[in-house]
DNA sequence: CGCACGTGGTTTTTT
DNA sequence: ACCACGTGCG
């Protein structure tokens, strides 16, 4: 049994492309993720490179651990010598190795997003900034928008009062950061890259090390993270990226698809390899994806095929609300699950998280167990966070951000006034938070508090990692404030959990790392855990489109293919950004292997208002041959609201699944909920109204054509 | 210190 | 409609 057996001949030829950088624009099913794992295996069996020379860096750490799976089982070797892991984990391995070369302590913390908002608030206090104006949030986004492009504050451009002022708060964070020996995410990339491109020796020490560079899901990459990769590929180095630019959905957060094209361009990359046989759907849903995504203009172009039969057309639903289409989907289900299809091979896929609600109350009235995906993760929980703040302080007295956080949780009668006078002192010395504590006399409390920490470092040294969260967690006293909470007792599980986890990260990392408090911190940081557990039920599967990219269901539910929520109305202000929902609905679309249902509702209930729909374009843009309308195609009558104002236009109320009403039309014809036709916009529903008589306006949605005002008394309607 | 109330925001997410 | 966060009072 050879490694290559059963390799299709663009999968081949893509796993043994003899030495020179490759690009592989694999398509959704194509079996990518094969592709890069034998890449390696066979760069390793023929003896063209060592473990030691390959590095292969992936988005998520489920990624890095499926692609390690995947090489231990291809190759019997011992695959400690390659650095497989996501640009955050290798980047910090490095920062690690080099922390003196870096600027960094070597007990360097990594801040998650929450802390780091925390802290930017801090440095906006300690700036004496206008919170209102200079809103955290944008702050962040801001900082962290500069360092993916690889840019410190002096070399950020200001142009005005207000970029002005928001470089000095990214400078202010920085020196905050590097005062508390912490770094964010984005300091990960940026520190290593300017390690690399400073320090030639360092560099030419990788470059000579990692032959074969392999990436995942480069449509993904940032410009950072390029940069990043070139650095670290030398002339004796390859590049081996594999991606699909149809599925690029990550633009909001940096993502630049143009990567692939530089890419291109700038390793004069001779082969270009296609996968284009997909192995996972049947030939209409391929066949639906490929019609949409063809709509896109900017492509690299690829058209997947089947060797799979034509199967089931699409079913298409249009129910009169959101409640409805949530009771339909329970109902179809139950359907499914009776057929013999297990739940956990099914899901529902939404736009937006706002969207789950309804449906997980349907499926809660029907019984049907349901997973929801998203939301908070382990290491992110408040109680596991608060744990953590204690163990960082033991690790790294100067992290401020850890001091503040638990100094007085549970409380032990440190107020904020002290807290305050700690903050000045601190301000005066130049020193941590912690060491300011440590000297401020009179206060008994605080005093106790520093005490306790200075106390849990000499008492934990040298401890079993689980022994010291143990003991920092009976110490801290956080098991017994919530012994004495009412709702506590799920909170000491989780902290249980965490003995439970550190004593597992030491089971599993070998070597020096594996009893380092350091590393287990930086592990929770970058590894923020699985976001809930309740495996083992077959439940079925519930998550935005986003969540969905990667994995595959025997049957999928695209559900609320409405204009404005998906396409996303925030998405047509945004360049590229119509393309971007087009691209993620091809990615909804392909997720299903045999059955795919696309539904659609008249109204739903958004930000507590009625809205009045019209279907989603994306239903259009795929032949109607495939698809398989479960109710009338109505096309005329979008929306019946449950009742009109008796008067006027005022807008109406939502309807209930429980209450179908006649809607009863005003004195002009119309009533709101109505579709419309006209001569130049085309088809609409009437949205909402104001005026009467002569001078009546009506609010039309022509879907594509945008949101209209127009007045009853010129405009040429005609009830659709 | 903890709760009650008011206010703003509400697409998508990993590290 | 709903949630998260911040302020002010008891």
Redesign the pocket.
């Given at each position: 049994m050879s490694l290559l057996d059963n390799l299709n001949p663009e999968q081949l030829a893509a796993v043994t492309l003899p030495n020179q950088h490759a690009l592989i624009l694999a398509g959704a099913g194509s079996g990518k993720t094969r592709v890069l794992t034998t890449r390696i295996a066979w760069l390793i069996q023929t003896g063209n490179v060592s473990p030691n020379g390959i590095l292969a860096v992936t988005?998520?750490?489920?990624a890095a651990r499926e692609m390690l799976t995947r090489i231990s089982a291809q190759l019997p070797i011992n695959t400690r010598g390659m650095w497989v892991g996501?640009f955050?984990?290798l980047c910090n391995r490095m920062l690690r190795t080099h922390y003196r070369d870096a600027g960094l302590p070597q007990l360097f913390q990594i801040m998650?997003?929450q802390d780091q908002l925390s802290a930017i608030?801090r440095v906006l206090k300690a700036m004496n900034v206008d919170e209102e104006k200079f809103q955290p949030r944008q702050m962040q986004y801001f900082i962290n928008g500069a360092k993916e492009e690889g840019r410190r504050a002096a070399q950020v451009e200001a142009y005005d009062d207000f970029s002005r002022r928001s470089v000095e708060i990214y400078a202010g964070y920085d020196e905050q950061c590097q005062r508390e020996g912490v770094v964010d995410?984005s300091e990960l990339l940026l520190r290593s890259f300017e390690l690399l491109s400073r320090n030639e020796v360092l560099r030419d020490h990788y470059r000579n090390r990692f032959r074969h560079v392999l990436v995942d899901e480069f449509q993904d990459t940032n410009r950072l993270q390029y940069r990043w990769l070139k650095l670290l590929t030398g002339p004796n180095s390859f590049l081996f990226c594999v991606g699909d630019d149809d599925q690029s959905i990550y633009r909001?957060?940096g993502a630049n698809v143009g990567n692939m094209a530089d890419f291109e361009r700038d390793y004069q990359v001779q082969n270009i390899i296609r996968l284009e046989q997909n192995y996972r759907s049947h030939g209409h849903i391929l066949a639906a994806a490929n019609a949409l995504i063809s709509n896109n203009a900017r492509r690299l172009g690829k058209n997947l095929w089947t060797a799979a039969g034509e199967g089931e057309q699409l079913r298409v639903y249009e129910a009169q609300s959101d409640g409805y289409e949530a009771a339909w989907i329970a109902e179809e289900v139950q359907n499914l699950v009776k057929e013999g299809h297990a739940r956990r091979d099914i899901a529902v896929l939404y736009?937006?998280?706002?969207q789950s609600r309804l449906i997980e109350h349907a499926l809660f009235s029907q019984g049907i167990p349901y997973r929801v995906y998203?939301g908070l993760r382990f290491f992110e929980r408040l109680e596991i966070k608060h744990a953590l703040a204690y163990l960082r302080l033991i690790a790294s007295p100067d992290d401020d951000g850890a001091f503040l956080r638990v100094v007085?949780f549970p409380?032990?009668?440190?107020?904020t006034r002290t807290i305050e006078q700690v903050q000045d002192a601190a301000k005066v010395t130049g020193g941590s938070l912690f060491a300011a504590a440590s000297h401020l006399t009179g206060k008994a409390a605080l005093t106790a508090f520093t005490r306790m920490i200075e106390a849990l470092r000499t008492e934990t040294a040298g401890l079993q990692l689980k022994e010291v969260v143990e003991h920092m967690l009976d110490r801290s006293g956080l098991i017994r404030h919530y012994e004495n909470e009412k709702e506590g007792a799920d909170r000491i599980e989780n902290l249980n959990e965490l003995v439970n986890a550190a004593a597992l990260f030491v089971q599993e990392t070998e070597g020096e790392d594996s009893n380092n408090l350091a590393s287990f911190l930086a592990h929770a940081a970058?590894?923020?855990g699985e976001n809930q557990a309740a495996e083992g039920t077959d439940a079925l599967q519930l998550m935005?489109v986003?969540?969905a990219k990667g994995l595959e269901f025997f049957a999928v539910f695209v559900t609320g293919l409405e204009e404005g929520l998906f396409p996303?109305e925030?998405?047509a202000s945004?360049d590229d950004g119509l393309e971007e929902e087009r691209r993620l609905m091809y990615v909804a679309i392909t997720r299903a292997r045999e059955r795919l249902y696309l539904s659609f509702t008249q109204t739903r209930?958004l930000?507590?208002q009625t809205r009045y729909n019209v279907a989603s374009r994306f239903i259009d843009e795929i032949p109607a041959g495939l698809l398989k309308w479960l109710t009338p195609r109505l096309r005329g009558q979008m929306a019946q609201p449950a009742w009109s104002e008796p008067s006027g236009w005022a807008a109406s109320a939502a309807s209930t699944p429980s209450r179908k009403a006649a809607a009863p039309q005003n004195a002009h014809g119309y009533r709101i909920g109505q579709a419309v036709m006209h001569a130049k916009f085309g088809q609409g529903v009437i949205v909402s109204a104001e005026g009467q008589g002569a001078d009546a306006r009506l609010q039309i949605n022509f879907g594509r054509q945008g949101m209209k005002w127009l007045a009853l008394e010129y405009a040429k309607l005609t009830p659709a």
């Open positions: 988005f998520t750490n489920k996501t955050h984990g998650d997003s608030k995410f909001f957060r736009r937006s998280n706002a998203g007085n409380t032990r009668g440190i107020g970058l590894e923020s935005t986003h969540t996303h925030q998405s945004e209930m930000h507590g």
